[in-house]
């Protein structure tokens, strides 16, 4: 009997006293509200640390921009896959190309060069690889040149200076030449059938081993 009312002495002042049933969900609702007020703060910046924190996260996603950015102007700046040879082949020769004003200083200076965004393709041409060059004022193909230096960026850079831009060649992609062989320019209804096209009357300057070959033969037929 005294456990009895003891149990029943002990239920009783739990229904009286409130705050031991709603214990448990008044302090879930004080955790709520302050989770609350911290995520507000967070987002209106009002502690100073975190409104660092969200230049830092915002400084990261514009780096982050401005490597894609510049992924994107590198991809612009090289050669699409149309114009480079497939993977699997050999480069065997490389075509230059000039008009009646650059020939004379390409051969001056023993030294032919391209635009900027052949850089990494003549980067490929070692010493000894053969070289044709192209006029496309008379519409002829000049050779057989062969490499004296590996290819590379700016080797003369006062070579067909930019005027606008002093020390800057207008055609950085360069590599030294020299003549191996002097013939007979070849016409393009000789030429054309050998080379590699894409849209349209473009060719791949880049040479296969076959292409170059067949152009070496079609040059010494054509004699000296």
Not at 6 to 33: H, I
Not at 120 to 148: C, K
Request: proline share 6%; hydrophobic share 30%.
């Amino acid at each position: 009997m005294l456990n009895l009312n003891l149990d029943m002495k002990m239920a009783e002042n739990m229904n009286k006293n409130p705050l031991r049933n709603g214990a448990v969900y008044n302090t879930n609702a004080v955790y709520q509200k302050g989770n609350n007020r911290i995520m507000e703060n967070m987002t209106s910046g009002k502690y100073p640390g975190n409104s660092h924190n969200n230049k830092d996260l915002n400084n990261n996603n514009n780096n982050d921009n401005n490597s894609n950015n510049n992924a994107a102007d590198k991809r612009f700046k090289t050669l699409p896959a149309a114009e480079t040879l497939p993977r699997d082949e050999v480069l065997g020769g490389y075509i230059f190309v000039c008009n009646n004003d650059t020939m004379q200083e390409d051969l001056k200076r023993q030294l032919f060069g391209l635009p900027p965004r052949y850089r990494d393709s003549v980067r490929a041409i070692t010493p000894g690889l053969p070289l044709f060059l192209y006029n496309y004022t008379t519409h002829q193909l000049h050779g057989i040149f062969e490499a004296t230096t590996f290819g590379g960026s700016n080797i003369d850079p006062t070579a067909w200076e930019d005027k606008k831009c002093k020390g800057e060649s207008r055609f950085p992609a360069q590599v030294r030449i020299r003549i191996r062989k002097v013939c007979k320019a070849l016409e393009e209804d000789a030429f054309r059938p050998v080379l590699h096209h894409y849209d349209g009357p473009k060719f791949r300057l880049e040479l296969s081993i076959p292409e170059t070959l067949d152009l070496l033969d079609l040059c010494e037929q054509n004699g000296v």
